[in-house]
């Protein structure tokens, strides 16, 4: 009934390293390191200690203590199990190998763990910390008071935990629904374990459905794949098979499109035409295609799909598409509630009020603001755009509109706000999710209060949060949309910028003249020089500047000069703290230059002590900077939020991370919606601006290489920016002009073609 809390390395890493790569090696060649006539055996003790295990896959390495020895020696068993803590009561179906390093022990094909009986025992495994409440001294009170009835007590008369010091109300509160949902998880874990499904899925299930989850997945595990994040169709497709679902059963089919509808979403597309889509699905399934051309009808009949002109959508991307295009063109063909602005003479008055003269472009962004209902102003660093939107505010103030500053992540309005004067948001917090719904406070029957809505960071948005954010204006309001287009595309399905752009149908105005007081700083100019496809210029050696090209080859060299520059090079020289205002970017999550890789060594490197929780395969400690990677609409906080681990609590299994002021609490199955922050992608860091950026860019990122990419990673940094790597990385990147495409409809709806 314990779970293990997370990945736990107690042993070293080399132990752990050679164990894994021992079981691979084993794997890979398909033949056990043991003799093949060795004999199946049964091994029962209690788990004296967990020094590995996976909450993904469940490959554990443990140590045992077996039963009815006099001063026995403990026994390393590897294998997979769903969960186990220590002193538990062990029992093992395997074999005897010899590992080539380790000596002989016990590979467990089948493991199973049970509640301790003995009083020494019950007290190890409520010391592990697997129960909510409990640590060494409470557990050791606990087992005083109740002795071997401790865990019966626990489970059935949880009132008279109170009977014993420390243990208050609340606190018996806690262990009582701990220790519950303990019991229910281990049922659950031992079911999927079954099937090949590791713990970290298991919890999240758990999470989803309650007690319910083992009836949910017996009846249409396919569920997992829409209703549970982080579970995809390939696990509920593993798991249906298993408990019998039929190959080329329907319900199989149209899991199966589904699944391919919404890996092109992840990618950016917003359909996929049906010519592509069977065949795609027929490969991947092995289910001929009268199936799946039936499996698409019926899709469209229970309103999951839409089919058009040949082209298969999921459901809420074409009305999210459609939804812009009519939400749009409502925008700009209704009347302005107030008298037109004699926009002259309020550029004028602007120019006045801000002490400076506006170029012509930024004049004419401004005059086609104050005139047109929906407008966009777009273009690179240093060409003013943020003097335009402080010049509108001014404007629309002074004739006492009512004005709304909105953006897609929580750093870009404070951006804003730091901009203006005036309170920006983000566009999550303006529509107001209700919480345990899935649904905006606003919409079409409550629009927002407003006349003027500006709207920055739009190559950002995607199809369906900006069609949130138009349903919810008044039809009345004014629109200003600022943004990018150059960077790279937003993260969710749709190119809501670039489609607005080629439409031609909003009114456009493109800066593209670097002003005086940004034309000395060196991002500014290598941003403008990527994305013409010219070379990068760096200042003298011994001169200063806010861009530098540090070149290294290999890997290795890499990480060194980028630990360098974080932790000592930067911090000196620019009075930059490591831990808040330097942020490392790289192209990839995973492999050695991946953020995955460095969070690692940097959390090392940068905040090396003090209590931790492990979880999902990380360790968390305070003053860790830590990323939000889901929407999580009842924290309010949403994906691409950053933040600081404030307090970690082991012994509540918590971790309360502050964002900006606000404390968000997060239990130890739910940190799998938190990554460290030290390094991250060059997509997570869209909106974000950060003092200083160390950019890695290396030949192992060359899938990535790509010009927006670069532009868009060297235009987070606000006054410094080191670029770490090797030239010919960096040379093929600004080469690679190709923009991904992207199959959407939005252009084609607003010009009236669809």
Not at 12 to 21: N, W
Not at 368 to 392: E, H, Q, S
């Amino acid at each position: 009934m314990g779970c293990c809390p997370g990945s736990s390395l107690v042993a070293s890493p080399a132990i752990v390293q050679d164990e894994i790569d021992f079981a691979k090696s084993r794997s890979s060649s398909g033949r056990s390191a043991a003799p093949v006539e060795a004999p199946l055996e049964t091994l029962k003790g209690t788990v004296n200690r967990v020094l590995f295990h996976s909450d993904e896959s469940g490959y554990t390495v443990c140590g045992v203590i077996p039963r009815g020895k006099h001063n026995p020696d403990e026994i390393m068993v590897v294998g997979n199990c769903p969960a186990l803590t220590e002193g538990e009561l062990f029992e093992a179906e395997g074999r005897w190998t010899v590992h080539s390093k380790h000596g002989r022990q016990f590979q467990a094909s089948k493991i199973e763990c049970h509640p301790p009986h003995s009083v020494a025992g019950i007290q190890r495994y409520l010391a592990s910390g697997m129960i909510k409440g409990i640590r060494a001294g409470l557990a050791e009170r606990l087992v005083a008071a109740f002795g071997e009835r401790t865990l019966e007590i626990i489970d059935k008369e949880s009132a008279r935990l109170e009977e014993v010091d420390g243990i208050g109300h609340a606190r018996r509160e806690m262990i009582k629904e701990s220790w519950r949902a303990q019991k229910t998880v281990r049922d659950i874990l031992v079911f999927l374990q079954s099937h090949e499904v590791g713990t970290a899925c298991a919890m999240r299930i758990y999470k989803q459905y309650g007690d319910q989850s083992v009836a949910v997945v017996r009846e249409n595990p396919y569920r997992l794949c829409h209703e549970v994040w982080g579970i995809g169709f390939k696990t509920a497709d593993r798991i249906a098979l298993s408990i019998g679902v039929e190959p080329h059963s329907g319900i199989r089919a149209k899991a199966g499109i589904l699944y391919i509808l919404t890996t092109m979403a992840e990618e950016g597309h917003c359909f996929c035409p049906r010519e592509d889509l069977i065949p795609a699905a027929e490969q991947m399934l092995e289910i001929p295609g009268d199936i799946l051309k039936t499996a698409i009808r019926q899709g469209v009949e229970n309103g999951t799909l839409v089919e058009e002109r040949g082209n298969v959508f999921l459901t809420p991307l074409y009305q999210a598409e459609s939804g812009v295009a009519a939400m749009l063109e409502r925008l700009m063909t209704t009347a302005l509630p107030h008298s037109p602005i004699q926009v002259g003479k309020a550029v004028t008055w602007a120019e006045g009020l801000m002490a400076i003269g506006f170029a012509p472009a930024q004049r004419a962004a401004l005059e086609m603001a104050l005139l047109k209902k929906v407008t966009i102003i777009t273009g690179g660093p240093g060409v003013g755009k943020t003097t335009i939107v402080r010049a509108l505010v001014d404007i629309f103030n002074a004739r006492k509109l009512s004005i709304c500053l909105a953006a897609p992540t929580g750093r870009a309005a404070k951006r804003m706000e730091e901009a203006t004067g005036m309170p920006a948001k983000t566009i999550h917090r303006v529509l107001k999710y209700v919480p345990g719904t899935r649904y905006f406070e606003h919409g079409l029957e409550n629009p927002i209060k407003g006349d003027v809505f500006i709207l920055d960071e739009v190559s950002m948005i995607d199809i369906q949060l900006m069609n949130s954010f138009l349903r919810a204006l008044p039809a009345e309001a004014t629109l200003i949309l600022v943004g990018d287009a150059d960077q790279l595309p937003s993260v969710g399905a749709g190119n809501v910028l670039r489609d607005l752009i080629d439409s031609g149908v909003v009114p456009l105005t493109k800066l593209d003249t670097i002003f005086r007081q940004e034309s000395q700083s060196w991002i500014v100019k290598n941003a403008h020089r990527v994305n013409h496809g010219l070379p990068l210029e760096t200042p003298e050696e011994g001169r200063t500047g806010d861009f530098f090209f540090i070149e290294s080859d290999t890997p290795e060299d890499v990480i060194a000069k980028m630990l360098e520059l974080v932790s000592s090079r930067i911090p000196k020289k620019f009075k930059f703290d490591p831990m808040t205002e330097v942020q490392v970017l790289t192209p990839m999550r995973r492999n050695q230059l991946g953020c995955e890789n460095l969070n690692i060594i940097l959390q090392e490197a940068l905040n090396p002590g003090g209590p931790s929780l492990s979880r999902f395969g990380r360790q968390y400690k305070a003053r860790d900077r830590v990323l939000q990677i889901r929407n999580n609409y009842d924290k309010d906080v949403f994906n691409g939020d950053i933040g600081q681990v404030e307090r970690v609590d082991p012994e509540g299994q918590e971790v309360i991370v502050n964002y900006d002021g606000r404390r968000v609490a997060y239990a130890a199955e739910e940190l799998d919606e938190l990554d460290l922050a030290y390094a991250c992608s060059v997509h997570k860091s869209q909106g974000s601006e950060y003092p200083a950026v160390v950019l890695l860019m290396s030949m192992h990122h060359f899938k990535l290489l790509q010009r927006n990419l670069l532009y868009t990673a060297m235009t987070r940094g606000r006054k410094l920016v080191c670029l770490v790597g090797s030239r010919k990385a960096v040379n093929m990147a600004i080469r690679n002009d190709h923009v991904s495409f992207r199959r959407t409809t939005l252009s084609d709806r607003l010009k009236g073609r669809l």
